[in-house]
């Protein structure tokens, strides 16, 4: 397993899928480099993974210039021609207010893509801490927190995330948070069994021998040994995340209009189905190539972090 | 005969305490007043039964399938009117004493006559003899005092006995306070004759009675059955049609009751009512599983346009106005000037385009055609769009150009009928003429309501539907200043409420008026509302389905709260 490797938290892979690369520390020759680098390796091999990792990344681009590439303002109505089919000037339509459907999807994707990694953010931020301390003290202190997370767990989540939404209010940051409070129970169990099994290694008894306090023995010994699991549920957190969004706007508790995305635009024109085929069909696409994307990258990134696998 | 205020304030009183609420009161009242106060026709006036014209032939099958668009959502509590007015059930199983009309007047139906002494306190019914319950029973006086009794006795926890406080010892008897139900002033005569003691002079008490709260239920089934007995094996009936079929969540089947005393008249042999979700549009009608249906907006365009279907289509009455309530207590709608540049700077043209054919742009509370209809182009000028009046209106204000709008969130209530796209077209439409961003955020009811009447929302999109025909119910019942509940705007103006005061005390049609339009105009200058569109809706019936009513204006009538008679009149033709 890994040593400690300095600032391993910078080696969680942006699940935006660009930077894997730099998971690799070429200057150590430790045995975890080469870990990630075998992993890496593996995932390129697989070519749905690859696939899924350039749609990923050419989303994020599409969300970070949006501004540039969209050929029109997402809120700038067009009372003249409105429920327009897919034209020359309009290639996805246009919507019930003659806004371009193309630009709103381009828009959305924004939305899509802050709602997936923010709201693993937060996930992180709360599920890792709560998991490493309750499997690294263990106790007392490990029995509540884990009845918590099984409180927690036993809530349906779509439930919970929709309770929380009603409480803040609809809006991209609530969205955030709610997804955030109710998203971390996984990873925290992920954790904490990861630092359960690690804590017993010889070369953390080794590391304790030589003094290391508990902060240190957690953040630089047994957490960055515990990487993968959370990297692998990050990656599939994203598009359940990204759902989950599309799931609250599409029933009208995601995110407020006039901002678009791709949930609330299906949910506002499920009904003109039939009439304006367009309003509906092309977010929906959208929405499924994210998720498959994802699916298949993450599917990537567990099976070549996987040591098992050859 | 003519009712008193006081009796009009007692009258609004028990239809508010069994949850029928101002809405439906007024919709009654206004049919009084239409009648001269008079809001029921006392001899029987021969429920004009639907013939097919020269030139039809009637179709061999008489079944009618109708739904969807908003009817029959859910699955019914019951079909129990005597215990619960809101049950949901069909109507049509029961005949009441009285029935409303197309025009919103009560007549008589299982009674022949009504007969009021001198003040109104006592009231006689006298039952027809032809009619007979589906278990070949005939439907007596002592059918209705049973039920009535049934409903008031605080045994049967009927949710909105107070329906029937009216009745001597009623209230007395529902909380208890005597135990004698003979005590309580609803007494058969005879098998013929049902007369009704009531606490004090109510000369609406036949209206009441022409209410679906008054539906009768069947001693026989309720004893043996307790709270099943509407359940298709159990229910006996005494309305047009029995209850063939209910399978639960799925559909409804009627079927003719042959001992309907009107049976001869009554066409269809059958009727099936699916429940089908809101969400479903027309589709259910495209696929000719019903041939009856309301449309909503996603649809109503396309069947106009289609050859075969928009011949199916009709519009019926139903004037409501969409407006936007610009809170007068919060900023930055506490300013007049930024209250004006939104009058000015909402295109109703254009909104009104999102709406696909279920909207028009309005200038003021009443759409034309209705009485205080204003033309007067003074008013209309009031608020009309113009880009640059808006931005003009800004100058002085801290938002002068457009710039440091503070957080502004629009609130509507979570429903259908098109009203999220119309708010949408709005909140686009004050971006574009005044840079104000807007959140739009849509309420469960009963939040959004509860925030409402508190005065909590900062901008509101809402509507309100007429209920009768008289502009007191468009200003005094919406936006007097003095209304202690209800009330949706924290917006009050003393020279209004003063014109509304005026215009409730005057008798004189034309004076009366002019105080309303007078009253429209401050409330405009000062916009305390911003009037945007006019309701319209839409139904479709295929071309077979003859005999819907009309209403006096020329309009087809189908059901609602108030006329629930719409199935007996309905014929099938031949399929041509």
């Known amino acids: ?310 | 005969m003519r009712i008193r205020d006081e009796q009009m304030a007692l009258f609004e009183q028990r239809l508010q305490a069994i949850g029928v609420g101002r809405r439906d009161f007024l919709k009654v009242a206004g049919a009084m007043a239409a009648l001269g106060g008079l809001g029921f026709v006392a001899r029987a006036e021969a429920a004009n039964a639907s013939k097919p014209a020269p030139g039809e032939k009637l179709a061999r099958d008489q079944t009618f399938r109708f739904g969807g668009g908003g009817w029959f959502q859910n699955d019914p509590a019951s079909h129990d009117y005597n215990k619960d007015l809101y049950c949901g059930g069909v109507p049509a199983l029961f005949a009441g004493l009285m029935v409303f009309n197309a025009d919103f007047v009560a007549v008589p139906w299982m009674a022949t006559k009504v007969e009021g002494n001198k003040d109104g306190s006592v009231w006689t019914f006298t039952i027809r003899k032809d009619s007979r319950w589906s278990d070949n029973a005939p439907v007596s006086a002592r059918d209705f005092e049973w039920s009535w009794k049934r409903q008031l006795d605080p045994a049967t926890a009927a949710p909105y006995a107070s329906f029937l406080y009216d009745i001597k010892n009623g209230e007395a008897f529902n909380k208890k306070k005597i135990t004698d139900p003979s005590e309580v002033g609803v007494r058969a005569k005879d098998d013929w004759a049902l007369e009704v003691t009531l606490e004090g002079p109510r000369g609406y008490f036949p209206v009441l009675a022409a209410y679906i709260a008054a539906l009768p239920g069947y001693q026989r089934a309720v004893e043996k059955h307790g709270d099943k007995w509407t359940e298709a094996a159990n229910i006996v009936c005494n309305g047009p049609f029995t209850l063939g079929a209910w399978e639960h969540n799925k559909q409804i089947v009627l079927k003719k009751n042959p001992y309907y005393y009107g049976a001869k008249d009554v066409h269809l042999t059958k009727v099936i009512v699916p429940i089908i979700p809101g969400a479903s549009g027309s589709l259910p009608y495209e696929n000719n599983e019903l041939d009856l249906t309301a449309l909503q907006a996603g649809d109503l365009k396309r069947l106009q346009s289609d050859p075969r279907m928009q011949k199916d289509v009709f519009r019926y009455p139903f004037p409501g106005t969409w407006y936007l309530l610009p809170q007068a207590t919060k900023a930055p709608f506490d300013n007049l000037k930024v209250r004006r540049a939104v009058a000015h700077a909402v295109d109703r043209e254009n909104v009104v385009k999102v709406s696909q054919g279920l909207a028009v742009p309005a200038w003021s509370m009443i759409p034309p055609g209705f009485p205080g209809a204003i033309d007067d182009p003074k008013i209309k000028a009031i608020q009309k769009f113009d880009k640059k009046l808006a931005m003009e209106a800004l100058k002085g204000t801290p938002y002068e150009g457009g710039r440091n709008w503070p957080k502004i969130t629009l609130s509507m209530r979570d429903e259908g009928l098109g009203a999220k796209p119309l708010a949408e077209a709005v909140q686009a439409v004050l971006l574009e003429n005044l840079n104000m961003k807007i959140d739009l955020e849509v309420l469960e009811p009963r939040v959004f309501r509860e925030r409402l009447w508190k005065q909590d929302l900062q901008f509101v999109w809402i509507r309100w539907f007429m209920d009768y025909p008289d502009p007191h119910n468009e200003y005094f019942d919406t936006f007097y200043g003095k209304k202690t509940t209800g009330k949706r705007q924290a917006w009050t103006n003393e020279a209004f409420d003063k014109e509304l005061e005026a215009g409730r005390d005057t008798r004189d049609a034309k004076k009366r008026m002019a105080h309303y339009a007078k009253a429209e105009e401050i409330m405009q200058a000062d916009v305390g509302y911003v009037p945007v569109a006019w309701v319209v809706r839409y139904a479709a019936a295929k071309p077979w389905v003859k005999g819907i009513e009309k209403n006096k204006a020329g309009q087809f009538v189908v059901d609602g709260n108030i006329y629930v008679d719409m199935l007996q009149h309905i014929y099938i033709v031949e399929k041509g």
């Open chain 1, 1 to 310: 397993m890994a040593l400690s490797t300095p600032a391993s938290d910078t080696r969680l892979p942006a699940p935006g899928g660009a930077p894997v690369g730099a998971l690799t520390w070429p200057h150590e020759a430790t045995r975890g480099s080469t870990l990630w680098r075998d992993a890496w390796r593996r995932l390129l091999r697989n070519r749905l993974a690859v696939a899924g990792g350039v749609t990923i990344i050419l989303l994020c681009l599409v969300a970070i210039f949006a501004d540039v590439i969209a050929p029109q303002s997402y809120t700038k109505p067009n009372f003249g021609r409105l429920y327009e089919s897919p034209s020359r000037e309009y290639p996805l339509g246009t919507d019930q207010l003659g806004r371009d459907v193309l630009s709103r999807m381009i828009y959305g994707a924004r939305v899509s893509m802050l709602v997936g990694l923010g709201a693993q953010i937060i996930v992180v931020l709360i599920g890792v801490p709560i998991g490493a301390i309750s499997g690294y003290v263990g106790g007392r202190v490990d029995l509540l927190l884990t009845r918590f997370v099984d409180v927690m767990y036993a809530f349906p989540r779509l439930l919970f995330v929709i309770l929380v939404m009603s409480m803040l209010g609809a809006g991209l940051v609530n969205i955030f948070i709610a997804l955030g409070l109710t998203g971390w129970v996984g990873i925290a169990r992920q954790t904490r069994a990861q630092v359960l099994a690690i804590k017993e290694k010889e070369f953390v008894e080794g590391a304790r021998a030589l003094g290391a306090r508990s902060w240190r023995l957690l953040t630089r010994h047994v957490l960055p040994s515990a990487l993968t699991p959370i990297v692998v549920s990050v990656t599939f957190g994203v598009p359940e995340a990204i759902f989950t969004e599309a799931a609250l706007s599409f029933i009208g508790v995601g995110i407020n209009p006039p901002t678009p995305s791709w949930g609330q635009m299906v949910g506002e024109n499920q009904q003109y189905l039939r009439s304006y085929w367009h309003l509906c069909v092309f977010p929906s696409i959208a929405i499924a190539v994210t998720m498959l994307s994802f699916t298949f990258f993450g599917d990537g990134v567990r099976d070549a972090l996987d040591p098992k696998m050859k």
